[in-house]
């Protein structure tokens, strides 16, 4: 089981704050650092100083860290054209030495839209296929030739598909709780299906749904890596995790139910339940970016039991 760090920096943080809690990541021993792509404060946090770019912030960290893959849960389709987004998420991989990982969704989020004036249009789903289509098909296009497409959103003529990723192949993540479109997409796309906050027995389900439409396209289910991202609350005693709960403005017995909540043990046996559904990779949301005490208790008492 890998287990990558998920941060939300739009509650408030600095750039500064997000390289110390990678660096912390890549000490620690985790597999990754992952980031949302979110542009204004969500419940009831001040979200000081304010946002920071999901893809400037990953290309500071790129040259800042070593060993750690580095990626966006998730960018969102609607804040940048899609041969933009290749072109950037390509350099950083250059710049990371071929440690990127993109995920790509349609964004729903809308007033960060209407805060920044961003376009939020209402077939956002249809243009995240044509995006797909276009980011891929601009990385797979050949040194020399060039890529173009003719969509209902999308129109490229000629590009010369340029710069190519490091990698040979940019992991693309494609996530969500989408009963038909969403693992359509994903069985076509993706490298990795993510489902965000589901319990145990959502997983298993959407997991089967994905599969079963992996299978439909002639594509072997298990060529994608099948992952969960889930709100952490660790302490070595539950005063500790309740202390932890109240700092992120939650309940510790909610976060019990609904994410990885409670003593390192705790957390271990629900981590099994969602490797038995299928999980191979969790995304462990880490609200308080201060706590640096948490991520070690994390990988000493936690991770280490998973290897």
């Known amino acids: 089981m890998d287990l990558r760090i998920f941060t939300e920096p739009q509650q408030g943080a600095t750039y500064e ?22 542009y204004v404060r969500m419940g009831d946090v001040d979200g000081l100083p304010g946002p920071t770019d999901a893809w400037i912030t990953l290309a500071g960290l790129a040259r800042e860290t070593s060993r750690i893959r580095l990626g966006t849960l998730m960018t969102a389709g609607t804040f ?22 993109l995920g790509l969704g349609a964004g729903w989020f809308e007033e960060e839209h209407t805060a920044y004036g961003i376009p939020f249009p209402k077939e956002k789903f249809a243009r995240l296929e044509e995006q797909l289509a276009i980011v891929t098909g601009l990385w797979e296009t ?17 590009s010369p598909a340029l710069p190519k990723p490091a990698q040979n192949k940019v992991p693309v993540l494609i996530g969500g709780h989408g009963a038909t479109r ?27 749904r994905v599969r079963a439409a992996a299978e439909a396209i002639g594509r072997a289910a298990d060529e994608l890596v099948y992952s969960n991202a889930l709100v952490v609350c660790v302490g070595k005693t539950d005063a500790e995790v309740a202390r932890r709960a109240a700092a992120i403005g939650r309940e510790a017995e909610e976060l019990k139910a609904n994410g990885l909540a409670g003593s390192p043990a705790e957390v271990v046996d629900k981590i099994g339940r969602y490797e038995e559904a299928g999980s191979s990779r969790i995304y462990l949301q880490f609200m308080d970016l201060d706590d640096l005490d948490q991520l070690e208790l994390i990988s000493h008492e936690v991770q280490s039991q998973l290897r």
Do not use: C
Request: proline residues 3%; without cysteine.
């Open 182 to 208: 969403t693992p359509r997409l994903a069985a076509r796309y993706a490298d990795e299906f993510n489902i965000p906050f589901a319990s145990v027995e959502d997983t298993e389900r959407q997991f089967s």
């Open 142 to 158: 050949e040194i020399g030739k060039t890529f173009s497409y003719d969509g209902t959103y999308y129109q490229l003529t000629d």
């Open 80 to 101: 940048r054209l899609p041969g933009v987004l290749a072109i950037q998420v390509a350099q950083v991989d250059q710049m990371s030495g071929g440690r990127i990982e």
């Open 17 to 38: 704050t997000l390289l110390t809690v990678a660096k912390a990541t890549e000490d620690l021993g985790f597999d990754a650092f992952f980031r949302s792509d979110h």
